[in-house]
């Protein structure tokens, strides 16, 4: 069972440098979803998915693309790596619903010097 | 809007002592409720969730009540072990819209 499958685990990349985190899951849920984790401010929503072809903005959005091509698949892309986004990033997934709970990927720890 | 607002730590016990975390949310409606664990070099996972209020949630010995008239789900369990150690985060999702909201997490090490 592979859930929630985040690649790389860790990377670090030059400032202005870009980079595509790549998330899949096999569990043909609708809703997909990016988090970036820093220290004191829990986790916060970058980007978000309901199907493929729609994709939504969160919280903390700028300097990051998305896209949804599949159910599966849903990659995050920095367009310009900026120190500020050195982070934990997290993918979720879950089924819709109103009560279904989001399950995470093992992150990608990213450092931007 | 949508918070959440959960103990800061870190939280130090010692094996079988009693824990307590405490979290508070702000939400319109009857948001869920979700525990999630995240242990060292992992991703979260659900530890356990509450739907309504008055319901209570368990999980490997962990327990949590969704209290309406406190807006508070804290998480407590009678007896911890070292395998506990981990950073624990609470979350709500609202009656509208596709986001979670998580606390900031609480560290917790248990010491043999």
């Known amino acids: 069972n592979a859930g929630v499958t985040q690649t790389p685990k860790f990377q670090v990349l030059k400032t202005g440098q870009s980079m595509t985190l790549q998330c899949a899951q096999d569990m043909n849920h609708e809703y997909m979803s990016w988090y970036r984790q820093d220290p004191g401010m829990g986790l916060r929503l970058i980007h978000y998915s309901v199907g493929a072809g729609i994709t939504d903005q969160g919280e903390v959005p700028n300097g990051y693309n998305v896209s949804r091509s599949t159910t599966e698949d849903f990659p995050l892309r920095l367009l310009s790596a900026a120190p500020s986004q050195t982070s934990v990033y997290f993918c979720a997934s879950r089924k819709q619903g109103v009560i279904t709970e989001a399950f995470f990927g093992q992150g990608t720890r990213l450092t931007v010097v | 809007g949508n918070s959440v607002t959960q103990m800061e730590g870190p939280v130090t016990l010692s094996e079988e002592a009693f824990l307590t975390i405490n979290c508070t949310y702000t939400a319109t409606g009857y948001p869920s409720l979700f525990w999630y664990v995240q242990y060292p070099g992992e991703g979260l996972q659900l530890l356990l969730k509450?739907?309504?209020?008055?319901d209570k949630g368990s999980n490997k010995g962990f327990e949590a009540t969704y209290r309406k008239e406190t807006t508070s789900f804290h998480l407590e369990k009678g007896s911890v072990q070292v395998s506990d150690s981990a950073v624990y985060f609470c979350a709500l999702r609202g009656i509208t819209g596709n986001q979670f909201y998580f606390g900031t997490g609480t560290s917790l090490t248990v010491i043999p």
């Open positions: 509450a739907t309504k209020a008055d």
